[in-house]
């Protein structure tokens, strides 16, 4: 579920982004999927994890959260042309800077 959110927020927030400074729908959506991977949160948690004992959940999640968003980054911006082809319709709005 943490993976599912953070996901959705960081490829929201770089398509919204993108598109207030004037990218195309496409471009945007591309930038917005190429933050999936990256993520000072993930770092974050991974030297959190390392401070807690060895019978913690946290160092096994960590380690899952990360793995999945690494992996899904990849997957997402691979096929992000692909998944532009699904979204074009609901992602035609006009958002640039100025107006």
């Not at 917005?32 to 999640?61: H, K, N, Q, W, Y």
């Not at 380690?63 to 082809?85: D, E, K």
């Amino acid at each position: 579920m943490a993976a599912g959110f953070t996901l959705l927020l960081s490829s929201a927030s770089g398509f919204f982004l993108a598109r207030v400074y004037g990218y195309s729908p496409q471009g945007a959506l591309n930038t917005g999927l190429t933050l999936v991977p990256r993520g000072e949160f993930s770092l974050v948690l991974a030297a959190l994890s390392s401070s807690f004992p060895d019978c913690s959940p946290i160092p096994p999640f960590t380690a899952l959260y990360v793995l999945i968003l690494s992996f899904l980054g990849l997957l997402l911006t691979r096929y992000s042309r692909l998944l532009y082809n699904i979204l074009a319709p609901y992602l035609k709005w006009p958002l640039t800077r100025g107006h």
